[in-house]
């Protein structure tokens, strides 16, 4: 999911790519990493759920431990491509905070329509580059002998192919209510001839 939020426009600042915020102070929302210099914020009930499952799972705990986060990893990724797609468009990224089923990409009003539109896709192109490898490798040459691996390589590679085709639905509070708007309004912009507006039109 993407939210946008009104606030002055700031110009991003030279960031960097992966940090990890230590100590970690645990809170409702506890900020467990910054990418680019955006702050990811994981929900209180993540954790409680990762805990829960953590503890009961003592047969497979490295199956558990790596299936967790191969799922959580797959909203990282979705929330990264929209935050990838609003910094490339000179949209200020606020935060991504992460919940057991969804994501939230918090960043400020984007420019135009279509601006927005592309950022919807972001999160779902993000998906598509790490899983259509995994999806192809998986294809040709099957799983591993791996119960573990199998597991990162399904939820990367077909579970997140199919969060992603869910996402593009033209449903409410979905990426693709705002997604597939990129038609008319690319339409709209070759047709007023004005390929790239500097003002803003949101
Ligand atoms: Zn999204």
Redesign the pocket.
Known sequence: ??NRFKSPRIYQRQSRTFEIPLPIKIDSLTEVMRIRDVGVYIHWTVLLIAAIILLNVIRHPLLSLLGLTAYLSVLVI?ESG?MIAAQRLHCKVFSIEIYPIFGFCRFETPWSRFDHCVI?WG?VIAQAIVAAPIVLYVSIFGYTRFQPVNAVLALLGFFSLGVAAF?LLPIPRL?GSIAWGVIPETIKRISSGNRKSSSRTY
């Open positions: 999911m993407a979705h929209h919807a999160g996402n990426d």
